[in-house]
């Protein structure tokens, strides 16, 4: 099986920073997209930056210039770097990532699925 596990939320005040990471983890073959996603309380689940196999990026335009999103490619691994946090960007912050990976015990045994970690709560307030 394929696991995502976020850390590096928490408490900050307002324009300090936080980077948040996550790693993969199982009998992986690769990665493709890899995103951060955020639920803020009473609102729909948003994309918030995205990255390709490839390195190219996509934020949505809130975060844009504050937020950076970059990945190591050997340690599966997918951070989002937050500076200038605002009250707005409190929400509980999700990664998901696009992975093929191998499951002996299925026929086939090559398997393709999209994985989401248990979320990690950031909060801006002073």
């Known amino acids: 099986q394929v696991q995502l596990v976020e850390s590096g939320g928490g408490l900050v005040q307002p324009g300090g920073s936080l980077r948040l990471s996550c790693a993969a983890s199982g009998n992986i073959v690769s990665i493709g997209d890899m995103n951060w996603h955020r639920q803020a309380p009473g609102k729909q689940r948003e994309l918030a930056a995205g990255?390709?196999?490839?390195?190219?990026?996509v934020y949505t335009d809130s975060v844009k210039g504050r937020f950076t999103i970059s990945r190591d490619y050997a340690k599966n691994t997918v951070y989002l770097q937050m500076n200038s946090l605002k009250p707005e960007d409190t929400a509980v912050y999700y990664c998901?990532?696009?992975?093929?990976?191998?499951?002996?015990?299925?026929?086939?045994?090559?398997?393709?699925?999209?994985?989401w970690g248990q979320g990690t709560q950031v909060t801006v307030s002073s």
């Open positions: 990255i390709t196999a490839g390195g190219s990026t």
């Open positions: 998901n990532a696009d992975v093929n990976y191998r499951d002996y015990s299925r026929s086939p045994f090559l398997l393709r699925k999209v994985a």
